[in-house]
């Protein structure tokens, strides 16, 4: 995963344009109404409800918003029921890429998936077909201005926390754990820095060089995939 960085990938949809913000904020509450309704509400004992809600809050979804989606969950409110699943493929240039979705339609989410990856030179393939080139990681980013020590030491206290690899630039730390290893980690480091970003995601082994005529239709790609609402997220090893 060396020199692979999400942290391009976050910021712009951080910098989303709030006409996209109320579409961010119901695919939010769809992950945070699956979260609860699977492993109940209680956010002390159900990991994944606290990891969406903590997503939700670094997002400035409105605390309503958030807690509407939770008491939905608990009163299993008829007619909601989500299904989960990752659709694998092919993009420009060959870049492997891996969507996850939430719905309650799977005929249509898969027909508009596939209809993204066709209208950009992509391909829709078979379930595991790119899943063996990325791993499941912890992902933290810390910016580099909210941190007071050295790199050294911050390094130091990363590793002693959980991180498994660090990586550097101009503007921010990038910390990856183990899955086990995430969620006290991010409690550790959280008591002494702000977190940019906090989450469990796919980390690609490799990354794919592509041109800058593959790049752009994949960046268009990308953007079609995660303007869907069925689609939580997507990944992919375009350097």
Same mark, same amino acid.
């Given at each position: ?68 989606? /939770? ?5 299993? =409110? *008829? ?6 699943? +990752?659709? $694998?493929?092919?993009? !420009? ?78 503007? /921010? ?5 183990? =899955? *086990? ?6 409690? +550790?480091? $959280?008591?002494?820095? !702000? ?45």
């Amino acid at each position: 995963m060396a020199g692979h960085s999400k942290w391009h990938n976050i910021r712009h949809k951080k910098n989303a344009k709030d006409a996209k913000r109320g579409k961010i904020f119901m695919k939010l509450a769809k992950e945070i109404f699956v979260a609860a309704k699977q492993g109940g509400t209680d956010t002390e004992t159900n990991a994944a409800l606290r990891l969406a809600i903590d997503k939700a809050r670094s997002n400035n979804m409105p605390k309503d918003n958030i807690d509407r989606a /939770v008491q939905k969950a608990a009163g299993n =409110v *008829e007619g909601e029921n989500y299904e989960e699943t +990752t659709y $694998e493929g092919y993009g !420009p240039g060959g870049v492997a890429v891996m969507v996850d979705v939430l719905t309650d339609n799977r005929n249509r989410t898969a027909s508009e998936v596939r209809h993204a990856f066709s209208k950009n030179d992509g391909n829709l393939g078979e379930n595991g077909c790119v899943a063996f080139m990325f791993q499941r990681k912890g992902y933290i980013v810390i910016a580099q201005e909210n941190v007071s020590v050295d790199e050294d030491e911050f390094m130091l206290e990363a590793i002693e926390a959980g991180c498994e690899e660090i990586e550097s630039n101009e503007e /921010v730390f990038e910390l990856y754990t183990a =899955v *086990e290893d995430f969620e006290s980690c991010k409690k +550790t480091l $959280e008591e002494n820095y !702000p977190l940019e970003a906090a989450e469990l995601t796919m980390i690609p082994d490799t990354d794919a060089e592509v041109s800058d005529e593959h790049q752009e239709k994949m960046n268009k790609l990308i953007d079609m995939l995660e303007d869907l609402d069925d689609v939580q997220d997507v990944h992919h090893n375009m350097k």
